[in-house]
C-alpha cells in the first residue's frame, strides 16, 4: 500500500519557484511527522524540512528564509513551496513520515514516498 505520494518537481531556472506535494494516507498524516527530504547524485540523504501534527515547522539552514512547509488537515497533503531556487538545491526530493519529529535523520523516518526529481538550471 502505497501511503506517500510526491509531485510538483520539475525543472526550473535559477531563482524560480516551485511547489511540492505530498500525499498522505489518512492513516499517516493523523498521526505522523512529514519531513521532506532531498538526494543529490553522489550524496547522501539530507533533511530540509519537516512539519510535526500539530504545525511545528524545522528548516535545514540551507533552506532556511526560502522554503515553506505547511499542511493542508482537510487534504491530508502536504506542501513544500521552494523559492529562489539554487541549482544546488537540485536533487530528488522525498517526503517521510515517523512519529514524533524528533530526529532530522533519514533512517529514523519509517515510511517514504517514491520521490519527485527537482532540477534547477544556473
Known amino acids: 500500500q502505497v501511503e506517500l505520494v510526491e509531485s510538483g518537481g520539475e525543472l526550473v531556472q535559477a531563482g524560480d519557484s516551485l511547489r511540492l506535494s505530498c500525499a498522505a494516507s489518512?492513516?499517516?498524516?493523523?498521526?505522523?511527522?512529514i519531513g521532506w527530504f532531498r538526494q543529490a547524485p553522489g550524496k547522501d540523504r539530507e533533511f530540509v524540512s519537516g512539519?510535526?501534527?500539530?504545525?511545528?515547522?524545522y528548516y535545514a539552514d540551507s533552506v532556511k528564509g526560502r522554503f515553506t512547509i505547511s499542511r493542508d488537515n482537510a487534504k491530508n497533503m502536504v506542501y513544500l513551496q521552494m523559492n529562489s531556487l539554487k541549482p544546488e538545491d537540485t536533487a530528488v526530493y522525498y517526503c517521510?513520515?515517523?512519529?514524533?519529529?524528533?530526529?532530522?535523520?533519514?533512517?529514523?523516518?519509517?515510511?517514504w514516498g517514491q520521490g519527485t526529481q527537482v532540477t534547477v538550471s544556473s
Open positions: 512539519i510535526s501534527r500539530t504545525g511545528t515547522t
Open positions: 489518512e492513516r499517516l498524516f493523523s498521526n505522523y511527522a
Open positions: 517521510a513520515a515517523r512519529p514524533l519529529l524528533t530526529t532530522f535523520e533519514a533512517s529514523y523516518y519509517n515510511y
